[in-house]
Structures are given as C-alpha cells and as structure tokens.
C-alpha cells in the first residue's frame, strides 16, 4: 500500500482574543502571509501553492473571519475589519514584517495592510485584485445587487446552499465558469475536494450572514464595488516592491487594471497568465507558482 506523500503544511487553530481562527502553516524560511477572496478560505484558495512555497518559506494562511472554519461572529465585515485581523494575525504569529498575497477581495485587503500598516508588508503580491478599477462583467453586477436587498439575498444563500447539495459536479463547474472566466480545466481547478469544502462552508447560516454582510458593505449604491473600495489613486504610496499576477481571461478585473496599477507602482513586475480567468492560482497553478516563487526569491 503506498504512503501518502509527506506535506509540511498543517491545518490548526488560534485564538486572536476571543476568535477562534483556522489557519493552513508550515515550512521553512522568510514568512509569507496569503489572503483569501470572497466566499473561499485559505486551504481552497491556496491549495496548489502552499505545499511548493514551503519549500522555501514558511507559510500562512488563515480563514478570515467569517469564513472556512474560522469563527463567524455577528459583526459588520468590511475591509477596514478584514486588514485589521490580517495585522491582529501577523503580531500574534511573532512576525515582523512579511510577504502578503492576496487574491480578489484578498488583494484589496493586502493592499489596505500595505497602505494603512506598511511596517507589516516586506513585499506584496496582488492577484486578480478588487480595487483596482471598476468591474466588467454584468452578470456578477446582477447577482451581487440581488444579494444586497434585504432577504433576497438570504433567499439566493439558502438556493446556493440547496444547490450545491443537488447540481452535478459538470453543472456547478459550468455555471462558476461563466463568471470566472476559467478556462477548460475546471475538473482541476474545482475538484471534488474543492466542492465538498465548498458544501461544507455554505451549509452554515453564519457563513451566510458574514457573506451577505460583506458584499453588502462592499456594494455603493452608484457602482458596484465603487467609492472607497478603488484605491488607484493612492498607488504611488506603495514602495514596496510589488508583484501583480493576473489571468489573461479574467471577466471581472480585466488585465487592464493590472496594467494601470503596475504603471503607477515604480518597483512593480506585471505577469500576465494565458488561459486563467480569475483565479490563476489554481487555473494555471504550475506557472502561477513559477512566477510567485521568482519573485519571493528576487
């Protein structure tokens, strides 16, 4: 009988103050601090980047609050909450200054760490980021407006939650598709295991609550994901060097933002990934890796 290969990322639990936190960490090395988007958490996020990273660096990635099997309180999850436990987590893990990745929403919180705490932010990474630009695509515009009424959106949760427990695997791949712009590898990109911890987070009505309360505080009325959320105009006040990594094809955050930023941001390096959609990461993880470690290593 074979052995299952060995890892150095392990799965846990710590308390910052009174929350419980779920964190993925492990190897050797300079720290880097990964970030999760919207409605994921860090061992589905960064599942194919954990385990090579380690390699040469120690890892860590929590659950934000609200998600994955972190505690979800009741309380009003915004950006400024989010970046605040991201600093609250780096203090409690003994680290000074560190390594920050950070994809979508993630990214949009890396960027306010590195903005508002830049003492904690060695170098930063931005994958397919909010905040960089408006987004594009209407049919998200649509699905997150809905979410933003007062009980539509716990109706469109609770369908989500029904259909994930009755839709094919084909059916749930096709529909994620459509809004993330992944390419044709999505047995890869959405395993059976992704979609069984996909199950398990919205089978909780907390996860619900702290989904809704974040797009909610995330939506302005005018545009989506508009007024303070768009932080363009404050990237010249990022020194640090700074990696961006999009995918090619991504609907939402199309590469143009990407290249704004990295024009804006003098030690900056844009690497742009053909055939990913929103999350290159585990799209195209092999070059995502390669571009990831390159520059850690740089």
């Known amino acids: 009988m074979a052995r299952p290969t060995p890892t150095s ?5 710590v308390h910052i103050g ?4 779920h964190h993925m960490h492990g190897g ?10 919207l409605g994921s958490s860090g061992y589905m996020e960064w599942r194919f980047t ?9 890892v860590y990635a929590p659950d934000l609050p609200g998600y994955g099997r972190t505690e979800k309180p009741r309380t009003r999850y ?4 989010f970046a605040r436990f991201v600093e609250r987590y780096i203090e409690n893990r003994g680290l000074r200054s560190v390594v920050v990745v950070g994809a979508s929403l993630g990214g949009r919180i890396a960027l306010e760490l590195a903005l508002e705490q830049p003492r904690l932010v060695r170098k930063l990474v931005l994958v397919n980021t909010l905040g960089l630009g408006r987004p594009q695509i209407r049919m998200a515009q649509m699905a997150y407006g809905l979410v933003t009424i007062p009980r539509v959106g ?7 939650r029904d259909a994930l427990s009755w839709a094919s695997p084909k059916m749930i791949r096709r529909v994620a598709g459509r809004y993330s712009g992944a390419g044709s590898d999505l047995e890869r990109s959405m395993d059976d295991v992704y979609l069984g911890n996909l ?18 505080s995330l939506i302005n009325p005018r545009a989506l994901f508009g007024g303070n959320h768009d932080v363009t105009a404050r990237l010249n006040e990022i020194k ?13 955050f199309p590469v143009a933002h990407a290249a704004r930023a990295h024009a804006l941001v003098a030690r900056s390096r844009l690497a742009v990934i053909a055939g990913a959609g929103h999350s290159p990461q585990a799209e195209r993880p092999e070059e995502f890796n390669r571009v990831l470690h390159r520059f850690l290593d740089s």
Not at 9 to 13: A, D, L, V
Not at 50 to 58: A, F, I, K, V, Y
Not at 78 to 81: G, H, L
Request: aromatic share 12%; charged share 20%; proline share 9%.
């Open 240 to 252: 640090v060097p700074l990696q961006l990594i999009w995918g090619a094809d991504d609907p939402l």
């Open 78 to 81: 915004t950006i400024p909450y």
């Open 28 to 37: 050797r090395g300079s720290p880097v601090v990964f970030i999760h988007g």
């Open 9 to 13: 990322i392990q799965p846990g639990f």
């Open 199 to 216: 199950r398990e987070m919205y089978a909780g009505d907390d996860f619900h609550n702290a989904y809704l309360s974040t797009v909610r």
């Open 18 to 21: 009174s929350l419980r936190v």
């Open 154 to 160: 716990e109706a469109v949760m609770r369908f989500t």
């Open 50 to 58: 954990l385990e090579p990273t380690s390699e040469r660096h120690r």
